[in-house]
């Protein structure tokens, strides 16, 4: 159930990773009355900053799920899962990590 937002929240944090730490994405928004004005790459960022840990636990599950199910099918169907919700989900975690300490700390 998690693995499709799961693989939606690595791919927003690989596409973070892409841009400059100093980034400005100005959003204002008014809607019923109520303003919403801001950085929505500041959001985004916080966003993944809090999601990073439980994400690598997911990822790390998915991981060992998909990595023994390959093992013991050896199908194609298994292989794609392995690739789409295991390494991908690590790869971007990776990433994020890694532009986060050489870039802002």
Do not use: H
């Not at 439980?54 to 794609?80: E, H």
């Amino acid at each position: 159930m998690l693995r499709y937002p799961a693989l939606a929240l690595s791919l927003l944090m690989l596409a973070i990773t892409f841009n400059e730490p100093g980034s400005y994405w100005p959003v204002d928004l008014e809607l019923l009355g109520y303003s919403l004005r801001g950085n929505a790459f500041g959001w985004l960022f916080s966003a993944c900053l809090v999601a990073f840990i439980p994400l690598l636990g997911i990822s790390s599950v998915m991981l060992v799920r998909y990595g023994s199910q390959v093992l013991k099918t050896r199908n194609a169907v298994a292989l794609w899962s392995f690739l789409l919700f295991a390494l991908i989900p690590l790869c971007a975690l990776i990433r994020f990590n890694g532009w986060v300490f050489s870039e802002i700390f």
